[in-house]
């Protein structure tokens, strides 16, 4: 994939990413209670990914299947009328699949996502940000 097509699909994600970040929590109105979008979250090997914007990455080989929850932002929704997607993880060149994944349904249509320690990326992650 040559770099312009990189940062085309990039630009696409970040643009699809925005709304989700705009609409973060607000109050309701009369009961003080609290809404919130959902994060897009990957569940692969028992740890949580969420994905990470301006990353220049390859996807790899295909590691195995990974799991995107379903997203209950609304607070009133059925558990049993919540569906879970599965997705394919790819091994990003580089990075260790504990660190980030690649998901999506074709190495070159694929997400990048990241384990989070708390609200920090891990150094190798913001190597690949910062581009050093």
Known sequence: MSRSERMTRMLLVAAMVMPAVACTSESSGGGGEQSASCVYQVLYQDRTYRDVANVEFTAGEKLGP?????????????????AEETTTAYRV???????????????????????????????????????S
Do not use: M, N
Request: proline share 11%.
């Open 66 to 82: 990974a799991t995107i929850p379903p997203c209950d932002d609304t607070g009133g929704q059925d558990k049993d009328e919540q």
């Open 93 to 131: 060149d580089g990075i260790s699949p504990q660190l980030a994944v690649a998901v999506g349904d074709t190495p070159d249509g694929t997400t990048f996502v990241a384990a989070y320690t708390g609200d920090r990326l891990p150094p190798e992650i913001r190597k690949l940000i910062d581009g």
